[in-house]
């Protein structure tokens, strides 16, 4: 299993610190760290035993996440390891905050709506003739109707979304807010894999693949094998990308500016740094705006309950004073 985005993020600024202060890779490894230490201690055996980087970081277990693998093995090729650990572990770090908003803010709403449902399924056992039927199967009955089937939707569409099926991506980048949140995430993880696949001196070509893949979007994917045909052809990226209808005019621009420069992996990486704090703020937007419509959605019920109850409450009332 991947190491979550914080001890990542803690990993790879350790490890950057200890082989700029001159440390070999094998020491490094052989460190206390967030990485197993099992696993951490053969790849330093093997680094010992005169293993390539290339061949170590292949090598190491799944606690490594594969998407991160590239730019490592490119960095240690051209002697750039510790600068790419350092842009690897500011990037989990900001995953890591972010993962801990959104979940702060989703935990209020979710739990809203299961005490709704609680309260549902409890006056759904209220007769007004006879008053509070209860019964521990009904209510258990009551609960698991409504949530078992929100339970299931939920996980499905999870799933479908980890394995990049087409509709569950599609609805999702439809939504307001998210569909905003994907398109500027997929753009800022392009930017910084292929910034840093540059600066740890991969061939552009190769890189614009790597990176094509790492970002998780289909246009963006085959826009990179696109330019990919047109590097093999001797040409520039640049002139090409606003024929893709990918990429934005001002990531255009500033892709043809750093080209013309030199400093692309530079230009990259603060296209990366200003997708990703656009796309933050709209997954933001969306953790304040879908938890507003369930919170919503629960008053709405609550409410229907408390007429409904007071209807039937009143025309009890009527239908006694009828009777006398």
Known sequence: ???PSTKLSRFY?????????????????????????????????????????????????????????????????????PRVLVNLSERHAQIAQMRRRVTLACIYPIGVFHLGVLVFS????????????WSLPAYLGNVFTILLPAWA??????????????????LLNV???????RRHQALADFSFALGNLLEGGAPIGQAWLTAGGIARSPRINAAAKEIHARIDAGEAPGPHLAATGVFPP??????????????????????????????????MAA???????????????????????????FAKINSLMDGM
């Open 175 to 181: 939504l307001p807010a998210i569909g905003g949140y």
């Open 153 to 170: 939707l939920v996980s499905i569409f999870y799933l479908l979304v980890r394995r990049d099926n087409p509709l569950a991506l599609a």
């Open 250 to 283: 001002e990531f255009i621009a500033r892709y043809r500016t750093g080209e013309t420069t030199g400093s692309l992996d530079n230009t990259l990486l603060a296209l990366a740094t200003d997708h990703q704090a656009t796309a933050n703020q709209r997954l």
């Open 1 to 3: 299993m991947t190491l």
């Open 13 to 81: 600024h350790q490890l950057a610190q200890q082989l700029g202060a001159g440390l070999t890779l094998a020491q490094s490894l052989r460190a206390a760290s967030d990485a197993p230490a099992t696993d951490s201690h053969r790849l330093a055996a093997l680094a010992e035993n005169g293993a390539s980087v290339t061949q170590i970081i292949t090598s190491a277990g799944d606690w490594l996440p594969p998407t991160d693998r590239p730019f490592l093995i490119a960095a240690a090729a051209s002697g750039r390891l």
């Open 287 to 313: 953790t304040m705006l879908y938890p507003s419509l369930l919170f919503g959605a629960v008053a709405v019920m609550v409410a229907w309950l408390v007429i409904t109850f007071a209807l039937q409450y």
């Open 122 to 133: 409890l006056l759904r056992l209220i007769d007004f003739d006879v008053g509070l039927r």
